[in-house]
């Protein structure tokens, strides 16, 4: 483990010259049961099975930043553990917003529980409105004033990025870098979804106006930790020539997937420890973990819908958090948000934006 330390140790320095572990951030989208099945139901039993994935993050010191959607906030079981985990200064609460269920509710299709319409297919001033509602129960329920986001369907654009900026939001994690969503699709005639294979991996402050780029502004893009992967000549021939047909394309990207997540799908364990390895060999000064409140429940996600499935599941993320709770510091997206500011000389007048939630 000392190879590791020493890595950990060179990724940075304070602001006072101090050295300092990257940070491991650790992510949930909390959101209904199975958002993916196209249900007109809306259930959020999945709270329940949360504080065991809590007691967790808890056991090796790394507090989670829990980014809460409008269903799972006015549901009583995740009003209790979410209450618990703040007054124990355990973990985060901070906003996702899935459109489709969030009022105002404006229907933009015949089934929009099945076409699940970006934010962005929305005009801005509904778009504005949904961001007050969610942004709002957040801080009538829990008595907060929540800084942290990510978009649902990870749908982030310009506009979006302005309105957050002006209800005071500080650090978003929306961008997913490498990756394309131009094959997801949203209301039938929409905006249409995003292309972030020429973001930055790295953190910056965003250009409400360029999102691509770093500004001015006071919302701090905190990309997901995704790689690209790199394989032989043999295996990148093979891939090029599957990649021309749908289905095979599909096999190859089962067999050969392009990029690595720092995400569980229940059989990349090794890549998550590498990728984590690997930041801290290249001086990266964070990394960052998502998984969906779902997931952690039999049947609640597409991906993991049994006992057996999320109990692997758990094992994986526990090697994963063994592994980082030593060389890394575990932050809240707000906190790792506060380091940073105060890294690039930013005074703290400066990381507080005017609230608008109305």
């Not at 572990?21 to 099945?37: K, L, N």
């Not at 801005?124 to 949904?130: G, L, Q, R």
């Not at 310009?158 to 939001?169: C, S």
Request: aromatic share 10%.
């Amino acid at each position: 483990m000392s190879d590791l330390r020493q890595a950990a140790r060179a990724a940075g320095t304070g602001g006072n010259g101090a050295r300092r572990r990257p940070a491991f951030i650790i992510t949930i989208d909390v959101e209904e049961d199975d958002a993916w099945s196209g249900s007109a139901t809306v259930a959020t039993r999945n709270a329940a099975f949360l504080p065991r994935f809590q007691a967790l993050c808890d056991r090796y010191g790394l507090p989670p930043t829990y980014l809460v959607d409008w269903t799972m906030a006015t549901s009583p079981a995740f009003q209790e553990f979410g209450r618990a985990v703040l007054e124990r200064g355990r973990g985060e609460i901070g906003m996702h917003l899935h459109a489709w269920t969030t009022p105002p509710i404006l229907p933009l299709t015949g089934a929009d529980h099945r076409h699940k319409p970006f934010l962005t297919d929305y005009p801005e001033h509904v778009m504005a409105a949904k961001v007050t509602t969610a942004t709002r129960v957040l801080e009538d329920t829990f008595q907060i004033a929540p800084v942290s986001h990510r978009a649902g369907r990870w749908m982030l654009d310009e506009t979006y990025a302005r309105i957050l900026v002006e209800h005071g939001y500080l650090a978003d994690c929306s961008v997913t870098p490498h990756i394309s969503w131009r094959g997801t699709s949203g209301a039938p005639g929409g905006r249409g979804p995003k292309d972030y294979t020429g973001f930055p991996e790295k953190p910056y402050f965003v250009d409400p106006e360029a999102l691509h780029r770093a500004g001015g502004s006071p919302l701090l893009e905190v990309p997901m930790t995704i790689a690209v992967r790199r394989y032989g000549a043999v295996v990148e021939r093979a891939r090029a020539l599957l990649s021309r047909s749908g289905p095979a394309r599909r096999a190859s990207g089962r067999l050969w997937p392009a990029t690595t997540w720092m995400r569980p799908n229940g059989r990349n364990r090794r890549d998550m420890i590498e990728l984590a390895r690997r930041a801290l060999h290249s001086g990266r000064d964070h990394v960052e973990f998502m998984l969906h409140s779902s997931e952690l429940m039999p049947g609640g996600s597409p991906y993991f819908r049994t006992f057996r499935s999320v109990e692997a599941l758990y094992d994986d993320i526990e090697a994963l958090f063994a592994f980082a709770s030593g060389p890394f510091e575990g932050l809240t997206l707000s906190g790792y948000r506060a380091r940073f500011a105060a890294d690039a000389g930013r005074p703290p007048e400066s990381a507080a934006g005017p609230r608008r939630t109305g």
